[in-house]
């Protein structure tokens, strides 16, 4: 499976942005999908995961109710809804396809390269 994030941008507080990881792969709708981000001079961050149906999800405290996780396994591709963006958001988001476990923890074996998201305050 080869990853690929787009999306990522400039944006002001509060604002809403929206990533798409695309996919290669007839396998896609076999594996979660996670999001990951890192900001500069810290160490890299779970942020959410999607499984493979798209009907089960999983946040980091710090996201929730803000950022919603979907995916359309018929275009091969993941979301990443961000909603009332704060500075702390800031950082290359990441995503990854896991095809074994679950969450946080789960085997991400595939990565996409990142994309940057910074908010302004």
């Known amino acids: 499976v080869q990853l690929q994030a787009s999306g990522g941008g400039l944006v002001q507080t509060g604002d809403s942005l929206r990533l798409s990881c695309a996919a290669s792969g007839r396998t896609f709708s076999s594996y979660h999908v996670g999001w990951f981000r890192q900001a500069p001079g810290k160490e890299r961050e779970f942020v959410g995961t999607i499984n493979g149906s798209g009907d089960m999800t999983q946040y980091v405290n710090s996201v929730k109710g803000r950022f919603t996780i979907s995916r359309e396994n018929a275009k091969n591709t993941v979301y990443l809804q961000m909603n009332m963006l704060k500075p702390e958001d800031t950082g290359v988001y990441y995503c990854?396809?896991?095809?074994?476990?679950?969450?946080?923890?789960?085997?991400?074996?595939?990565w996409g390269q990142g994309t940057q998201v910074t908010v302004s305050s």
């Open positions: 990854a396809a896991a095809g074994r476990g679950w969450g946080q923890f789960a085997s991400y074996d595939y």
